[in-house]
């Protein structure tokens, strides 16, 4: 990843660093979610089905970080929107291992997550509005087959 020091990143809640891409640093995220169906069957006249774990999903994830002049994700997005172009589907080559590094108040790693396979399904450059004192915010929404705690 970059060659930028930890503590570079600590105005940020946490980073993320995806394979090929630069360390970049985010405020905020939305959780990190999985979801495991139920499938339920009745056997002969019971009345209280059996139930058995089913197909799992995985929650996307949303980035949201004041925007910047960095591309490196820009252009992520970029390569997708064109290998998606006409297909409707996601070229695996774009598809990345993307870590979320919890930081503490000092700047320390304090917890990762892996998500497995990520790779952009949304982006937004953030709102601009000259009159305002807030910063444009740009988000970023990653899809991912499946998450593990580090």
């Given at each position: 990843m970059s060659g930028e020091p930890l503590d570079f990143y600590t105005s940020f809640n946490f980073i993320v660093e995806i394979d090929g891409v630069r360390r970049a640093g985010f405020n905020s995220m939305s959780e990190l979610g999985v979801e495991i169906g139920v499938v339920e069957y009745h056997e002969g006249g019971r009345d209280i089905p059996h139930k058995r774990p089913g197909k799992r999903s995985y929650?996307?994830?949303?980035?949201?970080?004041?925007?910047?002049?960095?591309?490196?994700?820009?252009?992520?997005?970029?390569?997708?929107?064109?290998?998606?172009?006409?297909?409707?589907?996601?070229?695996?080559?774009?598809?990345?291992?993307?870590?979320?590094?919890?930081?503490?108040?000092d700047g320390s790693a304090r917890r990762r997550w892996t998500l497995f396979n990520a790779f952009p399904s949304g982006h937004k450059a953030g709102e601009w509005d000259a009159t305002s004192e807030e910063a444009t915010m740009e988000n970023l929404v990653l899809t991912y087959d499946y998450f593990q705690i580090a």
């Open positions: 929650a996307n994830v949303t980035l949201e970080r004041g925007a910047t002049d960095d591309r490196d994700l820009y252009d992520w997005v970029n390569q997708m929107t064109n290998a998606t172009t006409g297909r409707g589907q996601t070229a695996d080559a774009y598809k990345k291992n993307v870590d979320v590094v919890q930081l503490d108040r």
